[in-house]
């Protein structure tokens, strides 16, 4: 179905009960054609959670990495899918009548955009690991859903972000695909000249497109996937801290418990025994 063809409209009274004040759901999406689009009559917001979304949007097309927030305005008319392998998102979504109060409250950090935003193309930002682990439990700890629960976590979100820069631009899909490859063993060993191979183009120019799409240089890029890649053996591997560091491409273990603890304010020995004690409320 094209937009010109009529989208399907949502409407939130689909979703919420008269004494609910917002609905949270989590989408796991599949890959392949883009489903047919719709628009609704309330106000979402939703983050990038795992993997990688295509996001038709007003008649554009963008990608929308692992970490990004994405504000949809009532009048936006979109449609979502995994670029590949799947991907998930939360949503969070609310009555458009309670825009203005919300947006009083949120002043000034609401002049910036976000919901109120009268650009053609909704504004999407980029989360850091840590933030967006902040933002989901403190969403999952969230008592009731009531409007002081919304707001509360509404703008605990738009002040993480009114420290940025400014909005994310959307991702070429030469660098969608370059994010997508990045994580490979051999990438992370090698290190920035393999990015730079990957991507095709000079330093200079992955340097000037990470920096204005996620606020990244390769270095940091790298680490963040580093960083990633560890955590994941630490909590689902019984191999060693000196073979996880090399694994990943730190040049020591050292260099590794440096960057780990600047993440995730532990030691890689500490972080591993916590998260097998406990792996639901570690990032």
């Not at 949007?57 to 929308?64: A, H, I, S, T, Y």
């Not at 970490?67 to 458009?96: E, K, Y």
């Not at 695909?177 to 000249?193: F, S, W």
Request: charged share 20%; net charge positive; aromatic share 6%.
């Amino acid at each position: 179905m094209s937009f010109a063809s009529g989208p399907i409209k949502l409407r939130a009274d689909t979703y919420l009960a008269p004494t609910e004040a917002f609905h949270v759901a989590d989408i796991a999406l599949p890959s392949g054609r883009l489903p047919a689009a719709h628009t609704h009559d309330f106000p979402e917001v939703f983050w990038v959670t795992q993997g990688q979304v295509r996001h038709r949007c007003n008649g554009r097309e963008n990608v929308l990495p692992e970490g990004s927030v994405t504000f949809i305005r009532p009048s936006d008319c979109h449609s979502l899918r995994a670029t590949s392998g799947g991907a998930r998102l939360l949503n969070l979504m609310f009555r458009a009548a309670d825009l203005d109060g919300l947006g009083a409250r949120a002043r000034p950090t609401a002049d910036r955009g976000f919901f109120w935003s009268d650009a053609p193309m909704p504004e999407v930002w980029q989360l850091s690991e840590h933030q967006s682990w902040v933002l989901t439990s403190l969403l999952a700890a969230l008592p009731a859903r009531s409007v002081a629960a919304r707001d509360s976590w509404i703008l605990a979100l738009l002040e993480m972000l009114r420290a940025a820069p400014a909005p994310i631009a959307a991702l070429p899909p030469w660098l969608a695909t370059l994010l997508m490859r990045a994580e490979a063993p051999d990438v992370l060993q090698t290190g920035v000249p393999a990015l730079v191979a990957l991507s095709g183009r000079s330093h200079a120019h992955l340097c000037r497109a990470l920096q204005a799409h996620l606020g990244l240089t390769p270095s940091l890029l790298l680490a963040q996937y580093r960083i990633k890649r560890a955590k994941r053996l630490l909590s689902t591997t019984d191999r060693k801290i000196e073979d996880i560091a090399q694994d990943c491409g730190f040049t020591h273990r050292s260099h590794m418990a440096r960057l780990f603890k600047t993440n995730t304010g532990q030691s890689p020995r500490t972080w591993r025994r916590a998260m097998r004690v406990n792996p639901v409320i570690l990032p």
